[in-house]
C-alpha cells in the first residue's frame, strides 16, 4: 500500500511541478510581450520627403579614434524615396547618388543651403558700456 501512496504524492508532485512550468513559460511571454511594446513606443518613424535636406551617420568613424569628430555627414538632399526605407541623397557638391537606409538618416536643422555658396560674415561689435 505504501507504493500506491507514494506513487500517487509523485504523479502530484509532477503535475504541480507542470504547472509552475506552464505559469513560468507565460509569465515569461506576457513580460516579452510589455517590453517589446515598450521598445516599439520608443522607436521613431522616419519620414523624409523628396528635397529635404537630411544628415547621414558614418558608421566607419566608429573605428577611428576622436570624440569630439562627429559622426554625421552632410546635408545631403533627397531626391527619391522608394519603398522600405530606401533613400537616394545627392551632396550638393558631387554628382554621385548614394542609396542608403533610412535608418541611418536624421533631419537637417541647420539654415537651408544656398545655390551661389556665398559666405556670409558678421561683425560683432562690443555693447556700449556704462562710461559712455
Do not use: C, T
Request: no cysteine; charged share 35%.
Amino acid at each position: 500500500m505504501g507504493f500506491e501512496k507514494a506513487r500517487a504524492e509523485r504523479k502530484l508532485q509532477l503535475q504541480e511541478l507542470e504547472s509552475l512550468h506552464l505559469e513560468a513559460y507565460e509569465n515569461s511571454r506576457l513580460y516579452k510581450e510589455n517590453v517589446r511594446a515598450a521598445h516599439d513606443k520608443n522607436i521613431k518613424r522616419r519620414e523624409f520627403r523628396s528635397g529635404e535636406l537630411v544628415l547621414l551617420y558614418n558608421s566607419r568613424l566608429r573605428l577611428m579614434l576622436g570624440k569630439l569628430r562627429s559622426r554625421w555627414e552632410g546635408p545631403y538632399r533627397v531626391e527619391k524615396v522608394e519603398l522600405y526605407g530606401v533613400f537616394h541623397l545627392r551632396h550638393p557638391s558631387s554628382p554621385k547618388i548614394l542609396k542608403v537606409n533610412g535608418h541611418r538618416l536624421k533631419l537637417y536643422h541647420g539654415e537651408k543651403m544656398k545655390d551661389n555658396k556665398e559666405l556670409e560674415i558678421f561683425l560683432l561689435e562690443d555693447p556700449p558700456s556704462a562710461d559712455n
